[in-house]
């Protein structure tokens, strides 16, 4: 029985779908390197033609916490995620022509439909998209990112951080906070959401 628990909860939180050729990438908020450079990576082998990286400062934290890693290879005066998240793109290789930034949002929720502001903002339109987050992350991405967008087709493509992973998750405390944490926002965050945007 505890094993059926943690693997329900493991498919429910870590979604991860094959990445397929899409109409563009997003990038909700994080200081992880990882996440921009997986994302292009994608961009170059083609499965992306625009780069929506998002966000802010955390509403939990007055000013930008700074790089979490690779912060040697990474060093600019950056002051949002989607400063720091732009710069790792550019330096991957991703044209600054093909990146639509959006640098007010504090929290998924605003990553995602701050994004969709963005995107309509420069008149496009989307009808397939990757989403490129933190792996734990995933679940609560691919909601939030539904509503705002929702006559996107998503595939998830996660990206392991803080060591957190679906195989992992359960045997450390930051694990089990993490992940018990993302579970509980999937619940509470969403109350009025169904009613609102899928009724």
Sequence with gaps: MASRIITDISDFIFVEDTPEPSDAIFLPGGTHAEQPE????????????????????????????GVSSKADVYTGDYHTDCAFFIDVLRKNGVPASAIVGEFQSGHTRDNAFLSRQAVDEKGLVFRTA????????????????????????????????????????????AGLHRVLGELARCGHQFVGDIENYLL
């Design 38 to 65: 997986y994302a292009a990576a994608l961009y170059r082998q083609g499965y992306g033609k625009w780069l929506i990286p998002s966000g802010g400062v955390s509403v939990k934290k007055e000013k930008w916490p």
């Design 130 to 173: 990757l989403i490129v987050c933190k792996a734990f992350h995933a679940r609560r991405c691919l909601m939030l990112y539904q509503l705002a967008f929702p006559e996107v087709s998503f595939k998830v493509c996660p990206v392991p951080c803080y060591n957190i992973t679906k195989e992992n998750w359960y045997k450390t405390e």
